[in-house]
């Protein structure tokens, strides 16, 4: 689904399950992954389009798009200087106290697992500050505001913590639901397939960028 449109850019609405893997070196893999990404949106837009940024296979929520070369390079200039403000949602197991507060721990590939990322001494900074919305049985909904953009950094930071995101297969969210007591709110949080984060809205004030992406129904159910 289309959320928004300038001059600039335009916005989608990414599903979970939808890949936007791409290789650094490869133009055609980018297209591709663009290409994938409106089709699961029911695009088909008359002019090309450029990634500016990319969301995990699992995660759901605002993209954005650049509509010419110049418009791509201004976008990930405002990405890469912290220009572009980033909010997400995610659900969480148990509840973080204080109920809001930062994470700014380091991180850097797990060097045991070549697909995570982990919390080290010698890695990047890393900063994400957190509010809890709602503390529901078992688990949280949360509001997160990552001010860096490293590989994976609210879920790393979350599990490190001791929250893994419901359904996080990679970082320990996808089994909790086993010691949950109640028998309905078990098999609604077991039937949970992805991790339950949502890129929630995307701010860039300088290019006049303000777009936000409704919950999606497998979040929204559960947070009912």
Not at 5 to 17: S, Y
Not at 44 to 54: I, N, W
Request: hydrophobic share 40%; net charge positive.
């Amino acid at each position: 689904m289309r959320l928004f449109e300038n001059d600039l850019a335009v916005a989608v609405d990414k599903p979970p399950g939808v890949s936007m893997a791409t290789s650094a070196r490869a133009e055609k893999s980018a297209a591709l992954a663009v290409a994938r990404l409106l089709a699961s949106c029911g695009e088909d837009p008359a002019e090309p389009l450029l990634l500016v940024h990319r969301l995990d296979v699992g995660t759901s929520g605002v993209v954005l798009l650049a509509k010419t070369d110049a418009a791509h390079r201004d976008l990930s200039r405002a990405f890469q200087s912290g220009g572009a403000q980033k909010t997400y949602r995610a659900l969480a197991w148990g509840h973080p106290k204080p109920a809001r507060g930062i994470f700014d721990d380091p991180l850097g590939r797990d060097p045991k697992d070549g697909r995570k990322m982990k919390v080290r001494r010698d890695g990047k900074p890393a900063v994400t500050r957190y509010e809890t919305l709602a503390r529901l049985p078992s688990i949280a909904d949360l509001r997160l505001f990552p001010q860096t953009g490293r590989t994976h950094q609210i879920r790393v930071h979350l599990s490190a913590h001791g929250h893994p995101i419901v359904g996080d297969d990679l970082y320990g969210g996808a089994t909790r639901w086993r010691g949950v007591r109640d028998p309905k709110w078990r098999r609604s949080l077991a039937a949970v397939r992805r991790p339950l984060l949502h890129a929630e809205r995307l701010v860039v004030p300088g290019l006049g960028i303000d777009v936000a992406a409704p919950l999606p129904e497998d979040y929204a159910s559960i947070r009912k």
